[in-house]
């Protein structure tokens, strides 16, 4: 259902009180996501896709002959990995059998459509937990080759696993071990025949951006894979998505020369050589598994996604360096997903400015762009979407900060002239991750309603290169407070926003930036934190063991470094916060557990800071069922009318 509304041409009302059609229940019914891929399966197009109103179950679905959408898991089954506790590459398709990870016991399951899911691996001793994730076929089609991740009480142990598809159901002999060796592994691609095995790996303390290795193993005379050899990367060189051309040689992702760019590696050869160079990126963070930045297409041609600050989609000729882009009209964020193996048509997900997003079909030789699913559902009229604005400011020392701003928009209704509005300022999480061009019904809740929003990829944000991205190195409290800080106030000095009336809002690393802002600086009058970290220490002490090291590279090693923590940490500054704060947490969430919201609670009103703390039974890090959003959304508008000094009007009244 799309958006809409009409009133009265050129009506002018304050900023923040304009009525708005974009209600909390229709953004949670626009949070549906379609963020665990997409493939062709003899030629049609099957993706993977959150379902809100069933408490962010994940279901596959695939496209029907007449272009209808089919769904192939039905209720309560639910695709997702928990591995690295973010998962990714939770199912995969062999043949037209669906294998996927099912969530609440993590094993692996077969579904023929038509049929009903069986388990293909064992249940398992309660005192263990073994997960899977980045699923792919084999070389032949007979296996899928996986990440398996086993924890106990006393350690995690990660390897690359082949699970048999049509073997005994639930026998766990028949799971074969590939290769390991590493704390982390990921990307497992066989070879054509099925000769060499290459994955990455990494250990503490690296996270992926930081620095990983590509390894390649050989078949030996038993039928196993042999000794492991690295032949790219290190700890200070981030290597990613290993694709092989033929048996003897790949194309590979290397951050080398300072920007994440394609390579193309023949074994045997005395290095890597570069495939279309620049101060682009073609890759991105590894928070999640089995993402895809590039495809191999007959011909001796990739597809790939190039990103600085927005993504073009190119084709890149590997025999003559020629770059062709293409044109995607409106579409500003782009992630590739599949390509089909003739090499004539692409998925890809993504959206812009005014256009929903959703998954999409790309004739690559006509350019011709197709949709396969949208998600309008909730998702606003472009009449209430307002245009995107990459703007980069600049501090007194010349360093560039980058946003996205969003100002307020309505068809009918706009502000006064003597008054500038409110911004809420946004800071993502991570805090190794980017904001991207998107129109979202989130965002128009906002600048519909007459408040700007302010999205900055603050230091250490990906997009912009290594450089750009270690900004944040040993300075996570700092620079990114500083630059959200700047940005902000650029803003305001630019006469675009109320200097007075800013507001700042985080989930996770965006939530700590949130908590922090408002502990050491004055530029913001409130601040949302949703599962916001509040103390360093307690962080690396309590999360999960993917995280478990990242503040070494964000703040310092501990012991060392232990009076830094104390010192960044907003926990220990809560006496210096003098704006209200909303505090949002899961109280399910393994990666920022309750007890650092909590704590932090507890300071605010032994400082008697005036603050509200709601928080979600059966939600984790980031919500996903469709009355928590809409109850957010509620929660803030309200919370931000009493710190901004404005009364919203009632929430779908007539616009």
């Known amino acids: 259902m799309l958006l809409g509304g009409s009133m009265e041409i050129g009506k002018v009302l304050p900023y ?173 691609r066989q070879s054509p025949d099925g000769s060499r095995l290459a994955w990455i790996s990494w250990e503490h303390p690296q996270m992926p951006w930081d620095g990983t290795e590509l390894r390649i193993s050989e078949r030996d005379e038993h039928g196993g894979y042999g000794a492991a050899r690295v032949v790219l990367g290190s700890t200070t060189e981030s290597v990613l998505q290993p694709e092989w051309l033929d048996d003897g040689s790949l194309v590979v992702i290397s951050d080398r020369s300072g920007w994440w760019n394609l390579y193309r590696l023949t074994l045997g050869s005395d290095g890597p050589e570069a495939l279309h160079p620049g101060e682009h990126e073609v890759g991105g963070p590894l928070w999640k598994l089995r993402p895809r930045w590039y495809g191999v297409l007959p011909g001796n041609r990739l597809l790939a996604v190039r990103t600085r600050g927005v993504d073009t989609l190119c084709l890149v000729d590997l025999a003559t360096g020629a770059v062709r882009d293409l044109d995607l009209p409106g579409l500003e964020t782009v992630a590739l997903v599949d390509v089909e193996a003739e090499g004539r048509r692409a998925l890809i997900v993504g959206g812009g400015a005014r256009e929903p997003r959703g998954l999409r079909q790309v004739d690559l030789e006509t350019g011709a762009v197709t949709p396969v699913r949208l998600l309008t559902e909730g998702f606003p009229s472009a009449a209430y979407l307002s245009p995107a604005r990459p703007r980069t400011f600049v501090d007194e020392q010349g360093r560039e900060v980058h946003a996205i701003v969003y100002a307020p928009h309505h068809p009918t209704v706009q502000g006064p002239a003597d008054e500038q509005p409110p911004y809420v300022v946004m800071a993502h999480g991570g805090p190794t991750a980017r904001s991207t061009v998107l129109g979202t019904a989130s965002i128009a809740f906002w600048t519909s309603r007459g408040v700007g929003v302010l999205d900055v990829n603050y230091g250490g944000s990906t997009g912009y290169g290594r450089e750009y991205r270690e900004r944040l190195r040993d300075m996570w409290g700092v620079v990114d407070v500083a630059d959200t800080a700047l940005a902000a106030r650029r803003l305001a000095e630019a006469g675009e926003a109320d200097g007075r009336r800013l507001a700042v809002q985080g989930h996770s690393a965006g939530g700590w930036t949130v908590l922090a802002s408002l502990a050491t600086t004055d530029v913001f009058a409130a601040g949302i934190s949703s599962c916001g970290v509040t103390d360093a220490r307690l962080m690396a002490e309590h999360t999960h063991d993917f995280e478990s090291r990242y503040l070494d590279g964000l703040i310092g090693p501990l012991p060392e470094t232990d009076k830094l923590y104390e010192e960044r940490s907003p926990l220990a500054h809560v006496a210096g916060v003098t704006a209200p704060v909303l505090l949002l947490q899961g109280l399910d969430d393994p990666i920022v557990p309750t007890p650092l919201a909590e704590a932090f609670r507890a300071e605010l009103e032994r400082h008697g800071v005036p603050h509200q703390y709601v928080a979600f039974a059966g939600e984790g890090h980031g919500f996903r069922r469709a009355d928590t959003v809409a109850r957010c959304l509620e929660l803030s508008l309200d919370f931000l009318g009493d710190a901004l000094g404005f009364v919203p009007a009632p929430a779908g009244g007539p616009a």
């Open 16 to 188: 923040g009180s304009w009525p708005s059609p974009v209600t909390p229940r229709g953004v949670a019914a626009a949070s549906a996501s379609l963020g665990d891929g997409a493939q062709y399966v003899l030629g049609r197009p099957w993706w993977a896709e959150s379902r809100p109103d069933e408490g962010g179950r994940v279901t596959v679905c695939r496209q029907s002959p007449d272009g209808s959408t089919q769904e192939l898991l039905a209720a309560p089954w639910d695709a997702r990995s928990r591995v690295h506790e973010y998962g990714g590459g939770a199912w995969t398709a062999v043949g037209e059998t669906l294998v996927f990870v099912q969530y609440d016991d993590q094993r692996l399951y077969r579904l023929t459509p038509g049929g009903s899911p069986e388990p293909i691996t064992a249940a398992v001793d309660p005192a263990l937990s073994v997960r899977f994730g980045d699923l792919s076929a084999s070389h032949d089609g007979s296996h899928v080759i996986c990440v398996r991740e086993t924890l106990t009480a006393q350690d995690v142990v990660r390897d690359i696993v082949s699970v048999p598809v049509d073997g005994d159901v639930g026998d766990s002999r028949k799971v074969e071990r590939l290769a390991g060796g590493s704390r982390f592994v990921a990307f497992p």
